[in-house]
């Protein structure tokens, strides 16, 4: 079994910035993709970015150029520095993990970022 915890989620002003962390724990074999989602009120759950074990990483249109992620394998972490942040951006963040071999995927409980006007 895999857990996940996430941290760093909270209230900023527009064209503020906040990072967001995910820790992994537990059975965590071979090459995976660990990432993030977002769901905002109202709106469907959706990818922000993901990194794989092997630093490849792909971006939502939307937070291209604004959002980076990275991860430390050692740890089994993600990261995710959010810049120039806009209220669009107000959801709650889910922190995930694939692993390649396997159709499971694992996910936090997640974290509120809210970004107001």
């Known amino acids: 079994q895999v857990q996940l915890a996430e941290s760093g989620g909270g209230l900023v002003q527009a064209g503020g910035s906040l990072r967001l962390s995910c820790a992994a724990s537990?059975?965590?074999?071979?090459?995976?993709?660990m990432g993030w989602y977002r769901q905002a009120p109202g709106k469907q759950r959706e990818l922000v970015a993901t990194i794989t074990s092997g630093a490849d990483t792909n971006y939502a249109a939307s937070v291209k150029g604004r959002f980076t992620i990275s991860r430390d394998n050692a740890r089994n972490s993600v990261n995710l520095e959010m810049n120039s942040l806009k209220p669009e951006d107000t959801a709650v963040y889910y922190c995930y993990l694939h692993p390649l071999a396997y159709s499971m995927v694992y996910w936090g409980k997640g974290t509120l970022v809210t970004v107001s006007s």
């Open positions: 537990g059975s965590i074999f071979g090459p995976n993709a």
